[in-house]
């Protein structure tokens, strides 16, 4: 019997919820946006993690959160860049 790490059972969940936001991004977004775009909306879930990170450290001026917007939002990222480097691997502008 091969005992799995936990840090490679967390590596395995973290990548399966990147892949089902995907799926939800497709299903709430299935517009085909050009790269241009795709980097706005990057940029977009990138802030949203950064105002996650400050509430979680608690900074002067941001917004409550806890650990799971963070996790949430690192999500959103990773599924975003996820879906640009798609669509640079499918040879799309």
Known sequence: MTIIPDSIKNRLIVL?????????QEELHPEDLDLLMQLVVLNEEVGELS??????YKLPGSKRSDKSDLYEEAIHVSASAARFAEKVLNNEN
């Open 51 to 56: 105002q996650a990170l400050q509430a979680h």
């Open 16 to 24: 399966e919820d990147i892949a089902k936001e995907r799926i939800r």
